[in-house]
């Protein structure tokens, strides 16, 4: 009973999901500073989880034929056969729909518009379509990455503006180098399982090219955010070093010999990069 209850867990993604409620929070806070509605933060909160939820399921089920190549993904309960993928289909299914009708209903069309967004290029766009056919399904796949933040804050905003935009693109920019440093790593299993993943069709060093553009793109996206007064000097300072380390870092990876150790640090960083900066926007907006 035990082992099955993990497995269930494991495959709405957990870490992932986190992740994403820690992006999504932030998002609200940026939106409300701090002046909270509790009844629409509880139901923002658990509509978008089971939307991410939905989405992770359905990003198993697709992938469960490949998976079973993959040396981190062959003993998932998909792949592993501890699951029967009709039922982990239809509880996948039932969770977003009973996701995006709490969104719809306690808290705005639009958030229900984002969380539907978010499952759709998730699912369809990236798992069915491009992560199998195209080295543009990480880039592509980033939109539904961006999701839960803007999510958070349309929740409170009830509006696409400036904020949200802006938030859109630290996510959207940050993932294709996050997501590519681990390609780096684990690019002998995506080759056998058939992923045309960048590093694997184009090269490594090519990704490692590819990621320089994204990470300097966040630059003038910190420093906008800071200009129309979204977020104040602790963020623009604490981002801005964080992103000159990860720039480095990606920098360097053009010089090293050992493209695993610096592929793992990499990935690493951008993890940090991220939460830190979250963080601070979570802390920041209750101070000020």
């Known amino acids: 009973m035990e082992s099955a209850w993990k497995d269930w867990i494991s495959v709405i ?5 986190t992740s994403n409620l820690f992006g999504v929070f932030a998002g609200y806070c940026l939106a409300s500073r701090w002046n909270f509605e509790f009844a629409g933060l509880f139901f923002m909160l658990v509509g978008t989880t ?8 359905g990003n198993n089920y697709l992938d469960r034929f490949r998976d079973v190549h993959m040396e981190r993904t ?7 056969g501890r699951l029967n993928p009709r039922i982990v289909l239809a509880v996948g ?5 009973a996701g995006l009708a709490l969104l719809y209903v306690y808290v705005n069309s639009l958030s229900m518009v984002l969380g539907f967004v978010g ?8 798992t069915a379509w491009l992560k199998p056919t195209s080295t543009w399904s990480t880039s592509v796949g980033g939109i539904s990455g961006a999701m839960p933040p803007m999510i958070g804050y349309c929740s409170f905003s009830n509006e696409l503006n400036l904020g949200a935009w802006l938030l859109f693109l630290v996510m959207f920019l940050w993932q294709p180098p996050h997501f590519w440093a681990l390609g780096i790593l684990k690019k002998d299993e995506y080759r056998a399982a058939g992923y ?11 990704t490692k090219w ?4 994204y ?15 979204w977020v104040g000097i602790g963020y623009l300072i604490i981002s801005t070093v964080l992103l000159g380390i990860w720039f480095l870092k990606c920098l360097s990876g053009l010089f090293t010999k050992d493209d695993r150790e610096w592929a793992k640090a990499s990935f690493k960083f951008s993890l940090y990069y991220l939460t830190l900066s979250f963080l601070t926007i979570i802390v920041e907006t209750a101070l000020r």
């Open 13 to 17: 993604k957990p870490r992932i999901m």
């Open 50 to 57: 089971l939307t991410m939820a939905a989405a992770s399921i």
């Open 74 to 80: 062959r003993n998932r309960p998909l792949p592993g």
């Open 93 to 97: 299914i039932a969770a977003g729909l």
């Open 119 to 126: 499952i759709f290029v998730y699912v369809v766009i990236y």
């Open 196 to 206: 045309p993943l960048l590093p694997v069709v184009k090269g490594v060093r090519r």
């Open 210 to 213: 590819q990621m320089l553009p």
């Open 215 to 229: 990470v300097a793109a966040l630059f003038p996206v910190t420093y906008w955010l800071y200009v129309d007064d």
